[in-house]
Every structure is written in C-alpha cells, then in structure tokens.
C-alpha cells in the first residue's frame, strides 16, 4: 500500500513537472506570435528601401567589376546599423521586459516587480548582440549579392537584365538569393519552350514579374525567422536577467536552468540532446559552435526558429 503512495505520488510530481514545461513553451509561444508582425513588417520595408535606393547605375558598375564597392558595403553596414539603433533595440527591450511573463516562478512575485533593463549585464547584451546583428546581416547580403553577380561570367545575362534580377533580392541569404535566380532562370526556359514565338523581351518581363513576387515571398519568410529568433533571444535574457535582480533582492532563492523541448518530431537532433539537461545559473549549455554573442549559450535559442525554452527551478 504504501509502495502504491509512493508510485502515486511520483506520477503526480512528474505530471505537475510536464504541465509546467508545457506552459512555459506556451507562453514563450504565445508571446513570439502575438508580437512578430510589427518586425517582420519593419524588416521587410527596411529591405525595400535598400533595394530602392541601390540604383540601377550602382548596380550595373558592380556587375561590370563582379563585386561590390567598398562604398557600398560601408552603405549597408551603416543602413543596419541605424535599424538596430532605431528598430532592433526597442524590440529587444520590450522582449527583455516580458521575460519573466513566461516563468511560472514569477507569478508568487509581487505584480509590481520589473526587470530593470538599464543594468550593466542587459546594456552589455544588447551591444554585443547588435553589434554581431549588423556584422552577420552586412555579410551575408554581401555574400547573396555576390552570387548572384557571378552570372555575369558563367551565364549569357546583359549587364541590364541582371540588374533587374539582383534588385528585388536585396535583403535575401545566400540561399535564398540562388533559389531566386533559379526559379528566374528556370520560368524564362518553361516560357521560351511553350511559347517559342514569344519575344525575348516579354519571356524576360513575365519571368522577372513572377521572379519579384517570389522575392516578396522569400522576404517575409527571412524576416518571420529573424522576427521570431531575435525576439526568443531576449526574451530568455529577460527572464535570466530577472531571476538575477529577483536574487539580489531577496525574493527567489538559489535557482537552476532547465533545458525544456515540444517533445515532438519537429525538435531537431541537437535541442534533443539538451532536453532536460539541469545548469547553475552561470553555467553554460553544450550548443555546437562559437558563442555568437555574449550569453549566447546560456540560454535557448539554440539556432533560427527554434522554440526551446528554459525552465528556473528554486533549489535552495
């Protein structure tokens, strides 16, 4: 009888253990859909008035020299740095804030507890992480451009043609950048074998018009994952920065970081193997690869759009 207590009792702790995981997914969930389409629709203006202001003059002397100009690059590297300072870091701020919204820890807390987004650990987040947003975005627009300027030599594009082409995929990665011209490419050869009297001007004029709505397609899914993944980011520095300041000021005791996954088939073999892994505050989690940023591992997560969350246990 008492073995059956006892095995009762275990099952009722881990199903209260599950029900919390699960409702710390929900809300870290509930928040990123509830406050994604105010940056992905920044995001997405932002690169089409790069686009815009990239003339066709600028881009036609890059495709002649087969790279970028330094100005140029300068340009770009100045462009995100003014959306971090004017659109990055009141998102981060805000996510920072509604950290601890998605601890049950918190909600003994008095309601009027707030994280203090003004101290030194939370500036120093928010510094190191624009400063490798702008590094990482200037580079990889750099490296998307570039490929698509090396048609110049492999392909029989006029220096006009490409132009149009390369403009609508300002914004995109590498990847994205590629499977662009492809489906350009691959629509002017499906034109050019159906309607063999059509012009070559009109099988270039529909395959760029159905080539630009793909890119507007293409940016909006960046900006969705870059949405998402920056907004998981400092949310979990919110909730860690807040676990801190609940510390020192005598309202939560000693506490560890659980690593909590969805548990289903859509968690990716590396977040797999951090599931349930039980950390001290300072320590770091085995994420494969270089710290992007400063704190990068110390919370999820873990790579673009993943929705792992971490769970703060009082242990003393």
């Not at 928040?31 to 003339?55: A, C, H, M, R």
């Not at 451009?145 to 995109?172: F, H, N, W």
């Not at 300072?282 to 690869?289: A, K, L, S, T």
């Amino acid at each position: 009888m008492m073995a059956l207590r006892i095995r009762s009792k275990k099952r009722a702790q881990k199903a209260r253990v599950s029900a919390e995981n699960k409702a710390v997914l929900q809300r870290l969930e509930n928040y990123l859909n509830s406050n994604s389409e105010k940056p992905v629709k920044f995001l997405i203006s932002f690169w089409k008035d790069q686009g815009t202001s990239f003339t066709y003059k600028e881009l036609r002397e890059a495709i002649i020299a087969g790279e970028m100009s330094p100005e140029e690059l300068e340009t770009w590297q100045q462009d995100y740095s003014k959306l971090v300072a004017d659109k990055m870091r009141p998102m981060w701020l805000e996510a920072i804030s509604n950290g601890i919204s998605g601890q049950p820890i918190f909600d003994e807390i008095p309601k009027g507890f707030q994280v203090d987004t003004g101290i030194r650990n939370v500036v120093d987040w928010i510094t190191d992480r624009g400063a490798q947003f702008v590094t990482s975005s200037t580079e990889e627009q750099k490296k998307a451009i570039q490929a698509m300027l090396l048609k110049k030599t492999t392909d029989k594009y006029s220096v006009d043609e490409l132009a149009r082409v390369i403009r609508p995929c300002i914004g995109l990665t590498e990847g994205q950048a590629k499977a662009n011209l492809r489906y350009y490419e691959n629509l002017k050869e499906t034109l050019a074998r159906d309607h063999p009297r059509m012009k070559k001007e009109s099988i270039e004029k529909k395959a760029r018009e159905a080539q630009i709505k793909y890119a507007a397609k293409q940016h909006r899914e960046r900006a969705y994952t870059i949405a998402h993944t920056e907004m998981a980011f400092a949310f979990a520095k919110g909730a860690d920065a807040g676990i801190r300041q609940a510390q020192s000021e005598g309202l939560i005791g000693v506490c560890q970081k659980e690593w909590i996954t969805s548990g289903t088939d859509r968690v990716c073999q590396r977040c797999n193997s951090l599931n349930g892994v039980k950390l001290d505050m300072d320590e770091e989690f085995d994420i494969p690869g270089k710290n992007l940023f400063q704190g990068y591992k110390l919370t999820p997560p873990a790579h673009p759009r993943c929705m792992c969350a971490v769970k703060y246990v009082e242990v003393d």
